[in-house]
């Protein structure tokens, strides 16, 4: 079993930074790809960004340029570095972690940030 706990998040005006972390415990060990995803209320779940354990990356279109995801292994951490912040990137931001078969296999408990105008 791997958990995941996410930090970083919060409150920042538009045009501003944060970065989140996320720490894999447990079977950490095991885990290939890791992830961020984000939701607003009344949407569906958005892939922000991935990375494999090879260093390789995907991201959505809303966040190419701005967001930038990477992983320490020796940490068992993904980071999710967002800079020019707008607010539509409000939002409860998941970690991920385990894709397997086209299904995530973990999951974090989620991080608020918001993005104030």
């Known amino acids: 079993q791997v958990q995941l706990v996410e930090s970083g998040g919060g409150l920042v005006q538009a045009g501003g930074s944060l970065r989140l972390s996320c720490v894999a415990s447990?079977?950490?060990?095991?885990?290939?790809?890791m992830g961020w995803y984000r939701r607003v209320p009344g949407k569906q779940r958005e892939l922000v960004a991935r990375i494999n354990s090879g260093g390789i990356t995907d991201y959505a279109d809303s966040v190419k340029g701005r967001f930038t995801i990477s992983r320490e292994n020796a940490k068992n951490t993904v980071y999710l570095q967002m800079n020019s912040l707008k607010p539509e990137d409000t939002a409860v931001y998941y970690c991920a972690a385990g894709f397997i078969g086209g299904l995530w296999r973990y999951w974090g408990q989620g991080t608020q940030v918001t993005v104030s105008s």
């Open positions: 447990g079977s950490a060990s095991s885990i290939n790809t």
